[in-house]
């Protein structure tokens, strides 16, 4: 597993995104482009504990921001924000929403797999 996706690293983003942001449904219902989706799951660095740390009392010798990469985003937006506006366009009969997803889906990279074997 690579460190930047140890699950504590990733639990310690995850509450830095919900003290910073203010994610809730109309939040989500709002972004009108790709950039303000990135936008909302862009984070401060976080906190001095993780600046050299991937996982609980482990040290690196590598030090780091913590934030959450842009790879990730794009995944997030794949698989939260566009499912998400995608439902809820399709379950309420609202065609924007419908729409807006497709869209991001069409500006969104494709997401790049890596073959366990080569890595």
């Known amino acids: 597993m690579r460190p930047y996706n140890f699950p504590e690293l990733r639990i310690a ?10 994610l809730n449904l109309s939040t989500i219902l709002s972004l009108e482009n790709v950039a303000d989706a990135r ?9 001095e504990y993780w600046k050299c740390r991937f996982s609980l009392g482990g040290k690196t010798s ?8 842009k790879g990730t985003i794009d995944v997030l937006l794949v698989n939260v924000v566009v499912l998400f506006l995608f439902a809820y366009g399709k ?6 929403y ?12 494709a997401e790049k797999k890596y073959d366990h074997k080569t890595v």
């Open 13 to 22: 983003q995850l509450v830095a995104l919900f003290s910073q942001k203010s």
């Open 39 to 47: 936008s909302l799951f862009c984070i401060d660095p976080l906190n």
């Open 62 to 69: 590598i030090e780091h921001s913590g934030k959450i990469g």
């Open 91 to 96: 379950y309420y009969g609202i065609e924007k």
């Open 98 to 109: 419908i729409d807006r997803a497709i869209h991001f889906m069409e500006t969104l990279p």
